[in-house]
């Protein structure tokens, strides 16, 4: 235990030292994270707020309804942080210099395992700890809850939520790193995404929110207790739901039966620490040399596939950005998490677009139809920063270590730059205007408005993409070589923050010219051309100067000392 | 020809390359010596372009680094002190991308390549890709990507820290040979036998000063050194 303790001490003091820092670069960064952060969990808190306030008060879905969609965005959440524990994981737990170094040292595997699980949580945890802490504060104010009523349920009830997700990939995935040496990485990886897919799929073919809807609101409001009978017998077994149990009871002030749910979720947590020190001490120095055999064995010879893209064969490119191209390609490939994370989106993708090609909206209200516009158009928007946020911004700290041999070799510096651009914005923008037209055409089967909206995604890309690798030159971390980690340091988030006040600038600007659009749509009126240019005029010039902005911070950045 | 010209680096108000003034004429084997955090590192950056001096200039081959850096840097070849490279390409895809970098024909680049796995003895780690890589091996691709453009001069930093004895050697031999042909070195290492058995000329330098520089004929000194030189820079160091 005590070995324990003087790990878990050094690294809370070294975080002390690095938050209490009082150099004024570092006092800055400090004070424009706790703005990010602080702006990004108000913005979440008020979206709770109407949310509760407007299902609750307006749309009178009644609580039991409300809490059953409760369940099930907890349920996402906690897949989420399920599988974001699970990918950050693999670094943390099996590919850090660190754990080798802990291995050398007279310390049992078990407690280097709970180490590095902290370390692994609070990583990749704690930016959804504060979303989960923003919501429940939005949704606790619509019931004039008391402060304690918050204390109690972030630290005894989310936060064993959220751990329980966070032991359970680390648990699985330790297990699997033993099983995947008869199996095989690439077979488990490929069985992991099914299973994921599968989960997700199977929880709301069996809650059936369609069904649960037309039901409850059949016997609207007398429905409470006596709608138990609609949950599907396995989800009582599922955290989410003791969670959506415990707030649905409290609210109600039936702390009788909304305590032992706080009890279940409480020991199970507990007992799954234990359980999981108990299979760490049996597996996990087993998996950690399974690992370390793994990349000792595979991937050693030369992949021949893509001929033309083999280094070597000339492909009438300059031989500098050839060579830029094919590294590139080549690292991508064979860094699993970069290719599993895009194939990924490419699957959301997929199903964002099956979603909007069976919706019919039918709707007679200009505004409503302008809000379904921005929606689907805000949803590119919000794909082209995440894409950018994930692969963009760190292209440039992904040079890494190497980079001695791109800084000392006659490579202008300036040409590197905008070949990373012009390469992010090809990828992007194929994918972005792809989507774009094919959602906006299935949704509102007006050529003009695809015309609009692809305009403004190749302007929304131009200024994501020049932001993101801008940004992503000023805070490079040459010495970080988990993208994933890149991607969502301190300068990311900024970034990220920076994508999303444009976007709803963008979105503002947008919105009065297509309502009226609309309504001279509806009254049969003449509709010209006319009102697309001042929007897209207004959105070309922020975009340009975001364009301008970005890339004399990111060519400066990547001028400096190594 | 290296020329370094009033050469000064500060980071905040630690002064790490103290007006620093230095000229090496072509054909010369340069040891640059010093205590860990004299500022050999931060001199070598300066000199590759990796650092920007706070004020004075580096010229390689009459080429100012900072302001003319394309010519300059297509005429040196440079090992880190670290021999990073990409974990998932292999050696020869390392150095096929280095020989892009400098813009050679890729015909030239194979055939470069093949010399130099007989050179520094690859053999078939090659096609294996880097993370699969000892030390030693990741620092003769790297010392291969240095030579692979055939450059007038080589500028590294501690050359032989991890080899083994028979690398060492293999790399001691090339850098001779590679010397006689002509080729103008600049050696920062911590190694006082190494320096006593291949340069021509040394220079110490201490808190980012030179404070001692010696012409040496490396036939007789290393015969008649007899620990003379560690004497010395032991002395000139404490």
Not at chain 1, 197 to 216: I, R
Not at chain 1, 377 to 382: M, Q, S, T
Not at chain 1, 393 to 412: H, K, M, N, Q, Y
């Amino acid at each position: 235990m005590r070995e324990l303790l003087v790990v878990l001490n050094t690294r809370a003091q070294g975080f002390l030292k690095r938050a209490f820092e009082w150099k004024w670069q570092a006092v800055a960064k400090n004070l424009s994270s706790i703005l990010v952060f602080g702006g990004f969990a108000f913005a979440v808190f008020l979206i709770a707020r109407y949310a509760t306030s407007y299902l609750i008060f307006q749309a009178h879905i009644g609580q039991y309804l409300f809490h059953r969609f409760l369940s099930m965005l907890l349920y996402v959440f906690f897949l989420t942080v399920n599988l974001g524990n699970m990918i950050v994981s693999f670094s943390t737990l099996y590919r850090s210099h660190e754990v080798n170094f802990l291995m050398a040292l007279p310390i049992s595997a078990a407690k280097i395992f709970l180490i590095k699980f902290v370390d692994n949580f609070f990583y990749s945890s704690s930016t959804l700890s504060l979303l989960g802490f923003a919501m429940l504060l939005g949704y606790g104010s619509v019931f004039d809850l008391p402060w304690y009523y918050y204390f109690f349920t972030m630290f005894f009830l989310f936060l064993p939520f959220m751990l329980i997700a966070g032991i359970l990939a680390v648990t699985a995935l330790m297990l699997l790193i033993k099983i995947a040496g008869r199996l095989g990485f690439r077979t488990l990886l490929f069985l992991l995404v099914i299973a994921y897919l599968s989960v997700v799929y199977f929880y709301f073919t069996m809650t059936n929110p369609v069904q649960l809807v037309h039901e409850v609101m059949k016997h609207y409001p007398d429905v409470n207790e006596y709608f138990g009978y609609l949950d599907p017998p396995f989800v009582k077994f599922l955290p989410n739901h003791w969670v959506a149990e415990f707030l649905y009871w409290s609210v109600q002030g039936d702390y009788g039966r909304a305590v032992p749910f706080f009890f279940l979720l409480f020991l199970t947590m507990m007992g799954l620490v234990v359980l999981a020190g108990l299979i760490a001490r049996r597996f996990y120095y087993e998996s950690w040399l399974e690992v370390a055999d793994a990349q000792t064995k595979k991937g050693s010879e030369a992949s021949p596939r893509f001929m033309l893209m083999k280094f070597g064969k000339p492909t009438g490119l300059a031989p500098d950005l050839e060579v830029l191209i094919k590294r590139d390609l080549w690292l991508f490939l064979r860094e699993p998490s970069q290719w599993l994370h895009l194939t990924l989106m490419f699957l959301l993708l997929l199903m964002f677009l099956v979603s909007v090609g069976t919706l019919d909206l039918r709707l007679t209200q200009p505004f409503l139809q302008s809000v379904s516009f921005l929606i689907v158009f805000l949803f590119n928007g919000f794909l082209i920063a995440s894409i950018s946020l994930r692969f963009v911004f760190p292209s440039i700290s992904l040079e890494g270590d190497p980079i001695w041999c791109v800084r000392t070799a006659p490579l202008s510096l300036k040409r590197l730059y905008w070949y990373k651009v012009l390469l992010s914005l090809i990828v992007v923008l194929c994918v972005a205007e792809c989507i774009s037209i094919t959602s906006i055409y299935m949704l509102q089967k007006n050529v003009l408005l695809v015309i609009v909206a692809a305009t403004a995604t190749l302007l929304v890309a131009i200024a994501l993409i020049s932001m993101n690798i801008g940004a992503g030159g000023y805070f490079a971390m040459y010495r970080e070589k988990n993208p994933i980690r890149v991607a969502s340091s301190q300068g990311a988030s900024l970034t990220f923050l920076a994508s999303m006040i444009y976007l709803t600038v963008v979105t503002a600007v947008l919105i009065v010219p297509l309502t009226r659009y609309f309504e001279t749509q509806i009254r049969g009126g003449n509709s010209s051309v006319d009102w697309v240019y001042v929007p897209l005029g207004t959105i070309a010039v922020l975009s340009m100067l975001m364009f301008v902005l970005s890339t004399s911070i990111g060519l400066r950045a990547i001028h400096r000392d190594l | 020809m290296i020329e370094l010209q009033n050469v000064v680096k500060k980071f905040g108000s630690f002064t790490a390359v103290d007006n620093l003034n230095l000229k090496i004429q072509a054909g010369q084997f340069f040891g640059f010596l010093g205590p860990n955090g004299a500022g050999k590192t931060t001199t070598i950056k300066m000199m590759t372009g990796l650092f920007k001096p706070t004020s004075g200039f580096c010229f390689i081959n009459g080429h100012n680094v900072h302001w003319d850096p394309l010519p300059a840097k297509k005429s040196f070849g440079y090992v880190p002190d670290q021999p990073y490279l990409y974990d998932k390409l292999t050696g020869r895809e390392f150095l096929y991308f280095v020989g892009g970098l400098f813009e050679m024909p890729p015909d030239e680049v194979k055939k470069r390549i093949g010399e130099l796995i007989d050179m520094f003895e690859i053999g078939t780690f090659i096609d294996k890709r880097a993370e699969d890589y000892s030390q030693g091996m990741r620092q003769r691709v790297v010392l291969s990507a240095a030579l692979l453009h055939d450059p007038k001069v080589l500028i590294i930093d501690e050359p032989i820290v991890g080899l083994d004895p028979r690398s060492a050697r293999l790399v001691k031999d090339t850098l001779k040979q590679k010397t006689r042909e002509g080729l103008t070195v600049f050696m920062s290492t911590h190694l006082l036998e190494i320096v006593e058995e291949l340069c021509d000329r040394i220079a110490i330098i201490k808190s980012g000063k030179i404070i001692y520089e010696e012409i040496r004929d490396t036939s007789r000194a290393h015969r008649r050194s007899n620990g003379q030189l560690e004497a010395m820079f032991l002395e000139l160091t404490k």
